[in-house]
């Protein structure tokens, strides 16, 4: 907590306060709250000018603001983030008081979440493989660059449509079964299976697919990567035809 007069001039404040910004009481109660002093930064990481200070307005203003984030940048460089609430307060020679916590770990696991997601996206998207998205139900929410490139389809083709449309005949009851099992395990590894692209041909590919599931277990969504080892199934068949013929004629010799 942080307390002014009515020129912004600090008054008092509380240990936690004192905690929180790094500074000794005799150094925070010597400053303004549009002090320039203070080193304040916006949550995209850009100056945060004092019109835009929670205190601020609400001083100038005479209205409560609420739920401002803000980064306070101390002597060393290191980034405190904070939630400001400040408040008139209708006290004869004060201004206004301020309450803020310390958000510093909550936007670390933010920013955490947001590069973790990026590098998924990237891999998603860039990924020499077939990539999808797919909900509880078995419908593509999602699917990458590459699948839709191979396969020949648009990605309006492919979205919002069951996943057994990829799917050949030739093993369709295989991939339901996997899928009704993969409700249970969450999870699909190294499953041989046959998709069809857009003008019919067939193609194999091995299936690994992972679930992502809330605080609960219960599942979100899924992440299927298909690895195509079609030329590699090609190459494999002609390799028995081969030796087969190669049998065949050392046993007539």
Known sequence: ITISDTQGNILETNVEAEKILGLGKDEHEGRSIDGEEWKIIRPDGSDMPPEEWASVIALKEKRVVSGCEMGI??????????????APLPIEGYGVVVTYN???????IEKSLIDSEYRFRQFFENSGMYCY??????????????????????????????LWKIYSEKTLDKAKRLFNDFKMSNRILNEELYIRTKNGDERCVILNADA??????????????????????????????????????????
């Open 133 to 162: 998205k797919v909900s509880k139900d078995g419908i593509i929410i999602d699917v990458n660059k590459k699948a839709l490139a191979e396969l020949g389809y648009s990605r309006d083709e492919l979205v919002g449509r069951t």
């Open 73 to 86: 940048v101390k002597s060393d460089n290191f980034i405190t983030w904070i939630n400001v609430t400040a």
């Open 102 to 108: 310390d958000i510093t770990e909550k936007k670390q």
């Open 212 to 253: 992502v599931v809330d605080h609960d277990g219960e599942i979100l969504h899924s992440t299927s990567i298909q690895t195509d080892i079609t030329d590699r199934k090609i190459i494999e068949r002609e390799l028995l035809k081969l030796k087969n013929r190669n049998t065949i004629i050392l046993e007539t010799m």
